[in-house]
T-cell receptor
């Protein structure tokens, strides 16, 4: 079945540690996205990638980093510079980055800072 | 700046009691309006895309409509399994430095009691 997988489902981090969230898709989509979701707030865009080896900052990129070395993979690293990393992280993909393409989401990773 | 406001924040219905959710938006050139359903602890599930004022789409008990300023998600004779958070998002024009970014509302939490 085609879809988006994220791992791990739950992640605990100590202050000062970097952690990497995995996102893989087998939909052959060109574009991939990372969002952060906090209670009572809409999804906020962290980073997006329109094509392999290229990515752009979203609205809240500070304290995060990404890579796009393969079409199917778009890992997100939450660095120690992110001041409030506890949140639900969602990865999405779309066929192309252009308008008219709906984005499909993975199941999410819940990150908690201890 | 694109803005999306959803109302009400929460809605409690009895099974079979029809109602509507509202999504008001301000965007510089709407390319698409998207509705998603999100169950607790899971990623959003795509429901509908609407492109132009006057357009309507239906899926089971759900019907989405679009005007130039807002969209409605009508729920007819809801069942308990319709309980979820419903998210609305608008898409900006693609091209140049833009890429068709999605701006999300904060969601409406729907609870349907048996």
């Amino acid at each position: 079945d085609g879809g988006i997988t994220q791992s791990p489902k739950y992640l605990f981090r100590k202050e000062g540690q970097n952690v990497t969230l995995s996102c893989e898709q087998n939909l052959n989509h060109d574009a991939m996205y990372w969002y952060r979701q906090d209670p009572g707030q809409g999804l906020r865009l962290i980073y997006y990638s329109q094509i392999v080896n290229d990515f752009q900052k979203g609205d809240i990129a500070e304290g995060y980093s990404v890579s796009r070395e393969k079409k199917e993979s778009f890992p997100l690293t939450v660095t120690s510079a992110q001041k409030n990393p506890t949140a639900f992280y969602l990865c999405a993909s779309s066929e192309t980055p252009a308008a008219y393409n709906e984005q499909f989401f993975g199941p999410g990773t819940r990150l908690t800072v201890l | 700046e694109d803005q999306v406001t959803q109302s009400p924040e929460a809605l409690r219905l009895q099974e079979g009691e029809s109602s509507s959710l509202n999504c008001s938006y301000t965007v510089s050139g709407l390319r698409g309006l998207f509705w998603y359903r999100q169950d607790p602890g899971k990623g959003p599930e795509f429901l509908f895309t609407l492109y132009s004022a006057g357009e309507e789409k239906e899926k089971e008990r759900l019907k989405a409509t679009l005007t130039k300023k807002e969209s409605f998600l009508h729920i007819t004779a809801p069942k308990p399994e319709d309980s979820a958070t419903y998210l609305c998002a608008v898409q900006a024009p693609a091209g140049g430095t833009s890429y068709g970014k999605l701006t999300f509302g904060q969601g409406t939490i729907l609870t349907v009691h048996p």
